[in-house]
């Protein structure tokens, strides 16, 4: 009888893992047909993800700035997983009891039950905007490449509204973006953004626009983990480049037209990105299995969780304890694609009734962009900084995007973005409207002025 390994999540953690699974049964297929045995056909091995792509998160950034095209930091399944079965829908419950997962249909909306013989979980971590009062409401998240898109599209387009705002008020609250957290997810979108809104503000001739971006961290320097003299460095260097920064504050409110800080202070503001928040998948909440104290996953050594048998779970999700600090590690790409394949041979041996082997990784280092021909990071203890950090940043990341198709495309991407004038075009999704009945036209799609105007109603004005 085959028996089915099914990974949920097709990030990082859950590929890593379904892709070591295939090498692992394709090795021991050669060994068995070696040998002159029948061909060992016993496992399956499923990957379950909502959308039929894998996003390579630490290039989201880009996207905003235009330097890579929004599909190149995009990786079809499919073509990741040549052995393996790849399921497409919205996992909407799992039942440890039973052994069976229930996969909702995009299309349809129909239920799939998929049974596992071994689970791995490998769902990521989701954001929580709710975690600031009107963050949810008025905030932009920056974790899928749907934020990205419309964060880059939401930019070029309050360009265009700040272009024909008489009021000068109105007018600055439109060109002002803030980014709350100064991690290196909060730094790369602030310059991004920075160097996207200088760019496209120059091809308005008709009237001056100044843009500003004002990034709020709750410590007093930016990039903290990075030490001393690379939080320092990258503080300059985030100044040199025009971005506002208001160290040791945190958010205290976000509104329709502001921001409110934590000392009373508040910046006008129509755009607020939030880069914190990290919260666990609510679709794990229902499983009766070991935790943290903040509600995540807590598997041992092994990434086995503690009161689900057969389930493991790695990534973002998972609250791991690394070995040599007893604290949790980080929840970094670098981590998830490591615990994957390390996940992989121990759903194996333990199907095989082997012994499972702890997990152990130290961190490499950490590199973060802090704009055109600047990036900072540790590698291996040794710091680097300015045109090297970056030419390292920009090395590494593309040795790491999966596939050769994509690394051509995003060496291309760079290569034309330093010969040629960046692309400014704000792509609106509105569709033509083909509801019977209705007046032909068109559906409007996004909203437009949120914050342009807090008289009018928070809705769109469009
Ligand atoms: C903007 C940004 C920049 C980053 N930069 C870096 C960096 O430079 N270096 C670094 O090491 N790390 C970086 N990270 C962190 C890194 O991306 C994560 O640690 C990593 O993605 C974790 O991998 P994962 O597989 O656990 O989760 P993910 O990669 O998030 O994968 C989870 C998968 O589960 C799927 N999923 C979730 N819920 C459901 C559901 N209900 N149904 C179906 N599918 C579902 C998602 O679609 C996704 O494909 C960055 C993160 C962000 C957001």
């Known amino acids: 009888m085959t028996r089915r390994i099914v990974v949920l999540g097709g990030g990082f953690a859950g590929v890593s893992a379904a892709q070591e699974l295939v090498k692992q049964l394709r090795r021991r297929r050669r060994l068995v047909g070696a040998r002159g045995a029948k061909a060992d056909e016993a496992y399956e091995v499923v990957l379950l993800n909502r959308d039929n792509y894998f996003v390579f998160q630490p290039l989201l950034a880009d996207i905003i700035s235009g330097t890579i095209e929004t599909t190149h930091v995009v990786v079809p399944l499919r073509r990741m997983l040549p052995g393996g079965t790849v399921e497409v829908g919205y996992l909407d419950s799992v039942d440890v009891t039973r052994r069976e997962v229930g996969l909702r249909r995009r299309w349809s909306g129909d239920v799939a039950t998929i049974s596992y013989d071994a689970l791995i979980i490998a769902l990521g971590s989701v954001t929580d905007l709710a975690a600031v009062p009107g963050m949810a409401e008025h905030g932009v998240g920056v974790r899928t490449l749907g934020d990205a898109f419309y964060l880059r599209n939401r930019a070029l387009d309050m360009l265009e509204e700040a272009r024909i705002e008489t009021d000068p008020a109105r007018r600055e609250r439109l060109l002002t973006f803030v980014v709350v957290g100064g991690g290196s997810t909060g730094v ?118 503690p009161g689900a048998p057969d389930v493991w779970a790695i ?148």
């Open 188 to 305: 790369e979108v602030a310059a991004e953004l920075k160097d996207l809104l200088e760019l496209a503000a120059r091809s308005f001739r008709d009237v001056e626009l100044r843009p500003r971006v004002v990034l709020v961290h709750s410590r007093p320097m930016v990039l903290s983990e990075l030490g001393p003299r690379l939080g320092r460095y990258t503080t300059r260097k985030l100044r040199n480049a025009g971005i506002e920064l208001r160290l040791g504050r945190r958010v205290r409110r976000v509104e329709v037209d502001r921001v409110e800080l934590d000392d009373h202070s508040s910046i006008n503001s129509a755009t607020v990105v939030s880069t914190v928040g990290n919260a666990p998948n609510p679709v794990l909440a229902g499983i009766p299995a070991a935790r943290d104290g903040r509600g995540w996953l807590a598997p041992d050594a092994t990434f086995s969780l």
């Open 315 to 462: 990534g973002d999700c998972a609250s791991i304890i690394d070995p040599n600090t007893d604290r949790p590690m980080p929840a970094t790409a670098q981590h998830a694609v490591r615990e994957g394949p390390h996940a992989a041979r121990n759903v194996l041996a333990a199907l095989e009734g082997q012994a499972q082997t702890p997990f152990d990784y130290r961190q490499l280092g950490m590199l973060v962009s802090v704009g055109r021909f600047k990036a900072v990071g540790d590698i291996l203890g040794i710091k680097v900084s300015g045109l090297l950090g970056w030419l390292l940043w920009r090395s590494y990341y593309l040795l790491r995007l999966p596939t050769l198709d994509r690394r051509i495309r995003v060496a291309i991407d760079w290569t034309l973005d330093l010969l040629l004038a960046r692309d400014i075009v704000e792509i609106s999704v509105r569709r033509t409207r083909s509801t019977p009945g209705e007046a032909p036209g068109e559906i409007p799609g996004e909203p437009v002025s949120i914050g342009a105007r807090p008289e009018a109603s928070d809705e769109l004005t469009l």
